[in-house]
């Protein structure tokens, strides 16, 4: 891989720069290093931007798109890059449909980050170079802009196989104007104070699973004790590592706290909860419609309706709720009625701008709930 010089791109440039190429549509799950990018695809080319569950799905949807003659783009965080590695191994590499990724590299080596990020960092060019796809580092300057491009689409045409840009920290330039903030209901909860409400309404043994993100870092800053697990990284695993605790802890209450973009990331886990209906589960999501943790892009749960999803799946319940005393009288129920229970929780995007990172080490947090659940 190669570097470049100094500065930052601007992201309506580098948009240009790929659609004056023919590449276009975009898909893919937001990544805070591109979330300029991604914003002036919303704003400026929202027929050409597709919002994807997970990254899996943005390349298989990128496969059709060029199957259908287009020249698509891929825009992903390399923590999600595990997610891309069956379809781009088994689809594009099989029927050669060249796609072109934009990886974002968060835990570059010599470069702080969270701890989830520290292998998938050390790896990325690694990774991607051992599934067959060159990549290079995207430059910086104008200037270099072009010319890569250029040759990407060659190698691209010639080998029929997928090229990926490697994004790091601060490629992109922070985007002015046209900020286009999404407005929601004022009467809605903030996530902290749901939190609250699932806390104060719980069996205190209950063991409680937390998705990674702010939701995590939220739930420890507040209500922080041995029964809850801190999942950091692995965005959309929290209720299945909740069903694998509630099914083997010896009949303990267990409650997840989910989010609608980790839910959406792996909705099969609703499939398999559904077929556990006797597993005492309380499955809080908390929606706000957004992707809060890299920038609060929109995510799709707006326009689905999750609680039909999990009764199709064979959730015993289903809640859509709004209140706090909605939230408390459903969590309630929940753990007196026992079984699989899905509550969701409609909640208004943001959140404290000084929230902190976890203090505990994930390690620290696993050995302590391990204990937890053994007592």
Not at 343 to 352: E, L, M
Request: hydrophobic share 40%.
């Amino acid at each position: 891989m190669t570097t470049s010089g100094p500065g930052a791109l601007d992201a309506r440039a580098l948009v240009t720069a790929l659609q004056d190429r023919g590449f276009g549509p975009f898909t893919g799950v937001p990544c805070s290093f591109l979330g300029p990018v991604i914003s002036h695809l919303e704003a400026e080319h929202p027929q050409q931007y597709v919002i994807a569950a997970n990254e899996g799905e943005a390349v298989a949807l990128a496969a059709g798109a060029r199957l259908a003659g287009r020249r698509p783009v891929v825009i992903l965080q390399n923590s999600g890059l595990g997610n891309t590695v069956n379809p781009l191994t088994s689809l594009c590499h099989t029927l050669r449909l060249p796609v072109l990724l934009l990886v974002t590299w968060r835990g570059r080596p010599g470069q702080e980050d969270e701890p989830q990020h520290e292998l998938m960092g050390r790896i990325t060019p690694e990774l991607l170079t051992a599934m067959g796809i060159r990549n290079e580092l995207l430059p910086t300057d104008q200037a270099e802009l072009g010319p890569v491009l250029d040759a990407a689409a060659e190698h691209m045409a010639v080998t029929g196989l997928p090229f990926a840009f490697v994004v790091p920290k601060g490629a992109i330039a922070p985007r002015t104007g046209g900020g286009g903030t999404r407005h929601r209901d004022a009467r809605l909860m903030k996530r902290a104070e749901a939190i609250a409400h699932v806390v104060g309404a719980m069996d205190p043994k209950t063991l409680l699973v937390a998705t990674t993100g702010k939701t995590a870092r939220e739930l420890e800053r507040d209500w922080d004790r041995p029964e809850n697990l801190y999942v950091v990284g692995s965005m959309g695993c929290a209720s299945s590592v909740a069903l694998g605790v509630a099914m083997h802890a010896g009949g303990r209450k267990v409650a997840v706290l989910d989010g609608d973009g980790a839910a959406l990331m792996r909705l099969e886990a609703m499939a398999t909860i559904g077929q556990r209906r006797d597993t005492d589960l309380c499955h809080v999501l908390l929606d706000n419609e957004a992707y809060e943790s890299t920038g609060g892009q929109p995510t799709v749960s707006a326009g689905v309706d999750l609680c039909a999803i999990a009764a199709a799946c064979g959730y015993r319940h289903t809640r859509d709720v709004t209140t706090g005393e909605a939230v408390r009288d459903a969590v309630r129920h929940a753990q007196e009625a026992g079984g699989t229970h899905l509550i969701r929780v409609r909640i208004a995007p943001g959140s404290d701008p000084g929230l902190g990172r976890p203090a505990f080490p994930p390690p620290r947090s696993a050995a302590r709930f391990m204990e937890a659940v053994a007592r």
